[in-house]
């Protein structure tokens, strides 16, 4: 009723109000079942209200927090509001998507706790955007600004545009599987499948029914058909990690499909024909083994049509704190944490670090400070303990004590300008050139 003569007051239903909203917003009983879904809530998970309603929340949004630190059940046992938490959710095609939540508990007038409401805003926009500022070190997920990585991005769009098999070496830990995903999602067959395959960690007598798969009654287990990794491949590519470990016998076989594009799965009597493209990748010196006799020259050279050379992490030091900030940015949304960084003497130790296990260590080591890091920066003592104790003091290119005074100012700059050298250079008062020979000269790049 209306408080105006002879006029009549529309009733408005809440759901049409939460309809109005560009947040989504959904409610929840205190089983945590979901009982009201805006069209905002449908449009950025990409769920149905009709499915959503009825079900527990955590079986629709599938964020990363569900399982262990839910944030409306922290506020239903606390009482307290969560504001503006950023997680990811699964959507229902299974893109992952950032979002910013909000939670609060619901009363009925006596003020009993009847439920929960949780408002959601999709930040996938300003994670583009953010990837597009990162984009200028960033190429398809690898992190780099160092002259000789970027040299290899220059020329990844061409290798990706053929079919040519790919061999990639460099050191464990230094990427080879980011940049056979590089190559696979830069090229035409990006749309399919990209199969991995470890050969170093199959047994021998496992590897070839790995790959070529096999049809029933091949063994005495063998109840029925089970496609291998080449035809779960087939349309995209397969990427062969370890490739040197490979036994002579599926060297042979490799060789035959890279010839005749055709395999014979185990036990069948008559041959596949595939499209598959393989990259492989080693971190041994694959001619040096060919030299040997241990890898088959003739499978070198099929593999060998494009070779990319990736550089171990110590010839790439200018990498590090770049590196350092993304995956303190990654690992704050994988473990829930909102940590700011690490401290200077941190990052000083990893610029020194000789860092034998790649990229891969250091992406470890911080994963390793997380756990053990209870506030908002990293200090040493959050580090794994036998790090202090491999790292060089002076540096051994550094033969005297003014060149360890040169390379300290020099890492100390380093920091500083988070390894950006044309800052470096001006706060040091010298060319960009100058600043290239001394970073060569004491190992900093």
């Not at 809440?14 to 909203?21: G, W």
Request: charged share 25%.
């Amino acid at each position: 009723m209306s408080d105006t003569p002879g006029k009549t007051v529309p009733t408005i239903h809440a759901n049409t109000i939460l309809d109005s909203i560009a947040d989504g917003v959904f409610t929840v009983d205190t089983a945590m079942r979901i009982t009201s879904f805006n069209r905002a809530a449908e449009r950025i998970t990409g769920v149905p209200r009709g499915s959503a309603v009825g079900q527990f929340c955590f079986e629709v949004l599938r964020a990363n927090i569900c399982e262990r630190t839910c944030a409306l059940k922290c506020s239903f046992e606390t009482g307290e509001e969560t504001i503006g938490k950023q997680v990811n959710i699964l959507r229902g095609d299974g893109k992952q998507i950032p979002i910013s939540i909000s939670t609060a508990v619901l009363h009925d007038d006596s003020g009993a706790i009847v439920g929960g409401v949780e408002s959601f805003r999709d930040l996938s926009a300003l994670e583009e955007l953010r990837k597009e500022i990162a984009g200028r070190y960033t190429f398809h997920d690898i992190v780099s600004k160092n002259h000789a990585m970027r040299k290899l991005f220059d020329i990844l769009p061409y290798i990706a545009e053929s079919e040519s098999s790919v061999l990639i070496q460099g050191p464990s830990g230094s990427g080879k599987e980011l940049f056979a995903r590089a190559i696979h999602n830069l090229s035409p067959r990006a749309q399919g499948p990209f199969v991995a395959v470890n050969c170093g960690a199959l047994p021998d007598a496992l590897l070839e029914s790995e790959l070529f798969g096999y049809v029933q009654g091949a063994f005495t287990d063998a109840r029925r058909d089970k496609p291998g990794r080449f035809a779960l491949a087939e349309g995209g590519s397969l990427f062969l990690d370890e490739v040197d470990s490979l036994p002579r016998a599926t060297q042979v076989k490799l060789l035959r499909v890279l010839q005749e594009r055709e395999y014979t799965p185990l036990g069948a009597s008559a041959a596949v024909r595939t499209s598959v493209r393989v990259i492989a990748a080693s971190k041994e010196d694959v001619s040096k083994l060919v030299e040997s006799g241990s890898f088959r020259d003739d499978l070198y050279f099929r593999l060998n049509v494009v070779k990319l050379l990736l550089p171990p992490l110590s010839d790439r030091r200018d990498d590090i704190p770049l590196l350092v900030a993304r995956f303190v940015e990654k690992l704050n949304l994988k473990m829930d944490r909102d940590i700011a960084g690490v401290s200077e003497e941190v990052l000083e130790l990893f610029m020194r670090y000789p860092f034998p296990g790649n990229v891969r260590e250091l992406e470890n080591v911080l994963e390793h400070a997380f756990i053990m890091c209870r506030g908002g920066l990293i200090s040493l003592a959050h580090l794994p303990g036998e790090m202090t104790m491999r790292v060089e003091a002076p540096h051994p290119l550094s033969s005297s004590p003014l060149d360890a005074l040169e390379r300290q100012a020099l890492v100390d700059a380093l920091i500083r300008h988070k390894g950006v050298k044309i800052h470096v250079a001006k706060a040091l008062g010298i060319h960009r050139s100058s600043l290239w020979r001394m970073m060569k000269k004491h190992g900093l790049l």
